[in-house]
């Protein structure tokens, strides 16, 4: 019996007794044990009683593409829309397709194995959360990529003040934070031909109804369910971000997005530390430029810096 089968029975939100998962598949109670041991570190919610048996606690609305379909307006975002229970990466499922599918292929799964985030750090991935990766076809240059990370940013931070009047700010280049915590990251990976860019792959992590407070508290994380107190649904959410998404990465060029995503910014009037290959530098963040540098001061000179790590230190002037 595999975990999904398991899954499947405990659906129904209600008590089903170990013996009854056991003898539906022939399997042993301690092979059933076994199976919801293992679920439960995936990150699935379930209740035990040796009384009553297994619980599924919380069932997230589930992943499905024709019901998201349905509702979706946009024109080509999302059309190619696949969801898969559990991958290793939805980014390395899109990449994997990424040559043959269609401009705007949208790849999400309920949970990721191996889920990547920014300088191969692991990225936890359990249900309830969007783990989502978008191919983009765009025609434009390999030095004109950091605006579809601006499109994207700005596209989730409009999503969830429109949604759920949440404050999200974008911490440079694009991770998305709610008072410091971070709720969504973003990884692009690119393939490049000479100079022309052959395809995109936006991957975007946002803890929507993920329960984080297992994780690390160095990570500084919330998720949705943490600031509103309740579940959202991810169907209406992952609706609204292609809407979004595909409107802003249409006009990925114009110093309308670029003054959006400067004006949405975590990161300005903050002490920073960025780490690059060249090192560390620390300074206030005085300016965003257009072509998406961050602007900071150290020791009486501005300098750019165009890729790092980023982290917020403190606000210049605050506590
Ligand atoms: C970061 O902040 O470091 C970026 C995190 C990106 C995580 C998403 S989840 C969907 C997609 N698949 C992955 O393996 N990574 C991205």
New binding site residues.
């Given amino acids: 019996m595999s975990s999904q089968e398991i899954l499947n029975f405990l659906s129904s939100g209600k008590w089903v007794s170990g013996e009854d998962l056991a003898s539906r598949q022939g399997i042993s109670r301690a092979a059933v044990w076994k199976q919801i041991q293992g679920l439960r570190k995936k990150g699935y919610e379930i209740e035990s009683s040796t009384r009553k048996g297994y619980r599924l606690k919380r069932m997230h609305d589930p992943l499905d593409a024709d019901m998201i379909c349905e509702g979706l307006r946009t024109k080509w975002l999302g059309l190619d829309l696949r969801c898969f229970n559990e991958v290793c ?4 499922v899109a990449r994997s397709i990424a040559r043959e599918c269609q401009n705007g292929t949208v790849i999400l799964a309920e949970t ?1 194995t ?6 191969s ?1 692991p ?1 936890a ?1 359990p249900p309830g959360g969007i ?3 978008l191919v983009l076809k765009p025609e434009i240059s390999l030095d004109r990529a950091y605006r579809i990370n601006m499109a994207v940013s700005v596209a989730v931070s409009r999503s969830f003040s429109a949604l759920y009047g949440l404050d999200v700010g974008i911490k440079w280049p694009n ?1 998305l934070l709610i008072e410091g915590r ?1 709720i969504c ?3 692009m990976e690119i393939s490049a031909e000479v100079d022309r860019i052959g395809w995109a792959v936006v ?3 946002i803890n929507a109804n993920v329960d984080v407070s297992g994780f690390p508290v160095e990570w500084r994380c919330t998720s949705l369910r943490q600031e509103l107190g309740l579940e959202v649904s991810r169907i209406e959410l992952i609706q609204k971000l292609l809407w979004e998404i595909e409107e802003t990465y249409q006009r990925m060029h114009s110093k309308d997005l670029y003054e959006e995503w400067r004006r949405r910014s975590a990161t300005l009037g903050k002490q920073v530390r960025i780490t690059s290959a060249s090192g560390d530098l620390l300074g206030e963040a005085v300016d965003l430029a257009e072509d998406g540098a961050l602007l900071i001061r150290a020791e009486d000179k501005i300098k750019r810096v165009l890729a790092g790590d980023c982290i917020h230190l403190r606000a210049v002037g605050g506590i």
């Avoid at 990466?89 to 390395?92: F, H, K």
Wanted: proline residues 0%; positive net charge.
């Fill in positions: 990466s939805t980014n390395d990721q191996r889920g990547r985030g920014r300088l750090r990225w991935s783990w989502m990766s991770d971070k990251g973003i990884l991957g975007l992590g």
